[in-house]
């Protein structure tokens, strides 16, 4: 049974960090990319970063770049997203999502079939 599990999100000040992670089951990271999506407050849900099967990290979200890095731990078949120097505008429920694919990954949420439940990051002083 796929299943996705993320963790981590927390209250934060604007310029904190923090590590969210997304614990993969049922699959191995080998063969599917691993894509992580946020969705703020009435506004649609978006694409953040991803890491495909072969671990190429496309850049698709320009308002994180040089802040956000997505990294993977194919041993803990756990991807990993370390948002530095966070703005109150990151604040979002953070999912995970997989998709069964060789293919380089992407932001189109439709690519991906398998959801976490969601975690949420609040960035506030």
């Known amino acids: 049974q796929v299943q996705l599990v993320e963790s981590g999100g927390d209250l934060v000040q604007p310029g904190g960090s923090l590590r969210l992670s997304c614990a993969a089951s049922?699959?191995?990271?080998?063969?599917?990319?691993i894509g992580w999506f946020r969705q703020a407050p009435g506004k649609e849900r978006e694409g953040v970063s991803c890491i495909s099967s072969g671990g190429s990290r496309p850049a698709f979200k320009e308002s994180v770049q040089g802040r956000f890095t997505i990294a993977r731990d194919i041993v803990k078949n756990t991807v990993y997203l370390q948002m530095n120097n966070l703005k109150p505008e990151d604040t979002a429920v953070y999912y995970c999502?997989?998709?069964?694919?060789?293919?380089?990954?992407?932001?189109?949420?439709?690519?991906?079939?398998?959801w976490g439940q969601g975690t949420q990051v609040t960035v506030s002083s």
């Open positions: 999502a997989a998709r069964n694919s060789r293919m380089p990954c992407g932001s189109l949420i439709d690519q991906y079939t398998f």
């Open positions: 049922g699959f191995s990271l080998d063969y599917y990319a």
